[in-house]
């Protein structure tokens, strides 16, 4: 009889084991589709088939692992157009389940159209993850989290190693601490015929990436956001009025090139070796250093411009971009799983080695990404570990755009930096 029951109790188990597996197999498929921006392709991948890039593969991993979901991947580039785009389509609830969007000021006007993520976020993602506050709406903390911070990228100073040292100096050891004690290094770089500083004012890549920091540094952010809802005044702002001041007085000394207002070509000016030094960061790193050799390709970290800094640190950058959810996805729990997968340390370890972005986990080190022996990337991870975040995030999108629009005439001196702090602010009252 017991034999009987045993045989009777496998047979029962059996069906069900069989009932499971064809349960799990015969579950209806769910597609998830995904916006990918910079933060997950680059130019060189481009121009490859999409199956051969990084990102593709670590999608194909996240199939395996859950056999009945298909990710949709659609390049983007994250740009106003794209804001633009992403709104229409969530205003009709057919947006993207996932989307890379801009972090901070970027992010926080979308917040009626994403999905709050405090309640899906694994505790072992809030631990090793790096840049919450970037993602917390209007950073406050304890506050709505619209996305998962990803993509950081860090700027600062790049220079030609051998220019440098033909004006006799060697920024490796004795780099300049002080901006006025690299104004006097670029004169020095200015008596060998070589022009000192170069960048293309008219992009607004010298703000965005570089000298912006410096405003940054002696006024803090208390004062950028106070400045930005007009609490307190650009013109009376002692670290916006010197950031503008000492850019004028480079060029005025000639001490960058003459055509900064209109060059469009900073890029490779530097690297055929015509600029000792220009702005520059992980983004085009492997392209100066593929063009100068990494025995001629350095970092400078911001020199100080401040003797009191309300924010110490000499690098700019941090999470400009992040992942987010659509509030109107049918597939919520799904969605945070698989931006989860993206920024497992696995992924992110995977990713890095192809894009050139730095891994925002906490937990990944310079031996896990073969960058030991690579000089340039262990001075910015060492330097990472203390930034100042980009100003673009920092302060909202049109007073941004204000400042990209008119630096190339601060710069050559056709609008003075009192002008234009008093400008700043009328700005902002015609905006409240």
Same mark, same amino acid.
């Given at each position: 009889? &017991?034999?009987?029951?045993?045989?009777?109790?496998?047979v029962?188990l059996a =069906?069900?084991?069989?009932?499971?597996?064809?349960?799990?197999?015969?579950?209806k498929?769910?597609?998830?589709?995904?916006?990918?921006?910079?933060a997950?392709?680059?130019?060189?991948?481009?121009k490859?088939?999409q199956?051969?890039?990084a990102?593709?593969?670590?999608?194909?991993?996240f199939e395996a692992?859950n056999?009945?979901?298909k990710v949709d991947?659609t390049?983007?580039e994250v740009s106003?157009e794209s @804001?633009a785009?992403f709104k229409a389509a969530? =205003?009709?609830?057919?947006?993207?389940d996932v989307?890379?969007?801009?972090?901070g000021?970027?992010?926080?006007p979308l917040?009626?159209?994403l999905l709050?993520?405090?309640?899906?976020?694994?505790?072992?993602d809030k631990?090793?993850i790096?840049?919450?506050d970037?993602?917390t709406y209007?950073?406050?903390p304890?506050?709505e989290?619209?996305?998962?911070?990803?993509?950081?990228?860090?700027a600062g @100073?790049?220079y030609?190693k051998?220019?440098?040292?033909a004006?006799g100096m060697?920024?490796?050891?004795?780099?300049?601490?002080?901006t006025?004690?690299f104004r006097?290094?670029?004169k020095?770089i200015?008596?060998?015929?070589?022009i000192?500083f170069g960048?293309?004012a008219?992009?607004? *890549?010298?703000m965005?990436y570089a000298?912006?920091?410096?405003w940054v540094?002696?006024?803090g952010y208390e *004062?950028?956001v106070?400045?930005?809802?007009? &609490?307190?005044?650009f013109?009376?702002?002692k670290?916006?009025l010197?950031?503008?001041?000492y850019m004028?007085?480079l060029?005025s000394?000639?001490l960058?090139?003459?055509?900064?207002?209109?060059?469009?070509?900073y890029e #490779?000016k530097?690297?055929t070796?015509k600029?000792?030094v220009?702005?520059?960061g992980?983004?085009?790193a492997k392209?100066?250093?593929s063009a100068?050799?990494?025995?001629n390709f350095?970092?400078?970290?911001?020199p100080?411009?401040?003797s009191?800094p309300k924010v110490?640190a000499? =690098?700019?950058?941090?999470?400009?971009?992040?992942?987010?959810?659509?509030?109107?996805t049918?597939? *919520?729990?799904?969605?945070v799983?698989f931006? #989860?997968?993206?920024?497992?340390k696995?992924a992110?370890?995977?990713l890095?080695?192809?894009v050139?972005t730095?891994?925002? *986990?906490?937990?990944?080190?310079?031996?896990?990404l073969g960058?030991t022996?690579d000089p340039?990337r262990q001075k =910015?991870y060492? @330097?990472?570990?203390?930034f100042?975040?980009?100003i673009d995030?920092?302060?909202?999108e049109y007073l941004y755009?204000?400042?990209?629009r008119f630096?190339p005439?601060?710069v050559?001196?056709?609008?003075?930096p009192r002008?234009?702090a008093a400008?700043?602010?009328?700005?902002?009252?015609?905006?409240k």
């Amino acid at each position: 009889m &017991r034999t009987k029951v045993l045989g009777s109790l496998v047979v029962i188990l059996a =069906i069900f084991a069989s009932s499971a597996v064809i349960a799990q197999t015969s579950a209806k498929p769910v597609t998830l589709t995904f916006w990918a921006g910079s933060a997950y392709y680059n130019s060189d991948e481009a121009k490859k088939p999409q199956s051969e890039w990084a990102i593709t593969k670590i999608i194909g991993d996240f199939e395996a692992q859950n056999p009945n979901v298909k990710v949709d991947m659609t390049p983007i580039e994250v740009s106003s157009e794209s @804001l633009a785009k992403f709104k229409a389509a969530a =205003i009709a609830k057919n947006g993207p389940d996932v989307i890379e969007l801009w972090t901070g000021s970027y992010l926080f006007p979308l917040k009626d159209i994403l999905l709050p993520l405090n309640a899906y976020i694994p505790a072992a993602d809030k631990k090793n993850i790096s840049g919450w506050d970037a993602v917390t709406y209007n950073f406050k903390p304890n506050g709505e989290i619209l996305g998962y911070p990803i993509g950081n990228n860090y700027a600062g @100073l790049v220079y030609n190693k051998a220019l440098v040292k033909a004006a006799g100096m060697d920024w490796d050891k004795n780099p300049p601490k002080t901006t006025e004690d690299f104004r006097a290094a670029l004169k020095k770089i200015k008596q060998t015929g070589v022009i000192p500083f170069g960048f293309d004012a008219s992009k607004g *890549r010298i703000m965005h990436y570089a000298t912006i920091y410096w405003w940054v540094e002696e006024s803090g952010y208390e *004062r950028l956001v106070s400045d930005s809802e007009g &609490r307190t005044k650009f013109v009376d702002d002692k670290g916006f009025l010197n950031l503008m001041t000492y850019m004028q007085s480079l060029y005025s000394d000639g001490l960058t090139n003459s055509d900064a207002a209109t060059s469009v070509d900073y890029e #490779s000016k530097f690297s055929t070796g015509k600029y000792a030094v220009t702005v520059g960061g992980v983004n085009n790193a492997k392209a100066f250093e593929s063009a100068l050799g990494p025995e001629n390709f350095g970092f400078l970290p911001f020199p100080s411009m401040s003797s009191s800094p309300k924010v110490k640190a000499s =690098i700019i950058g941090g999470p400009g971009n992040c992942l987010a959810v659509g509030n109107y996805t049918k597939n *919520r729990d799904l969605a945070v799983k698989f931006i #989860s997968f993206l920024c497992s340390k696995p992924a992110f370890i995977q990713l890095t080695k192809s894009v050139t972005t730095f891994p925002s *986990r906490t937990d990944v080190t310079l031996d896990d990404l073969g960058w030991t022996n690579d000089p340039f990337r262990q001075k =910015i991870y060492a @330097l990472s570990k203390n930034f100042a975040f980009w100003i673009d995030n920092s302060i909202p999108e049109y007073l941004y755009s204000e400042m990209k629009r008119f630096f190339p005439n601060i710069v050559v001196g056709k609008l003075s930096p009192r002008d234009f702090a008093a400008q700043m602010d009328k700005l902002v009252q015609s905006n409240k």
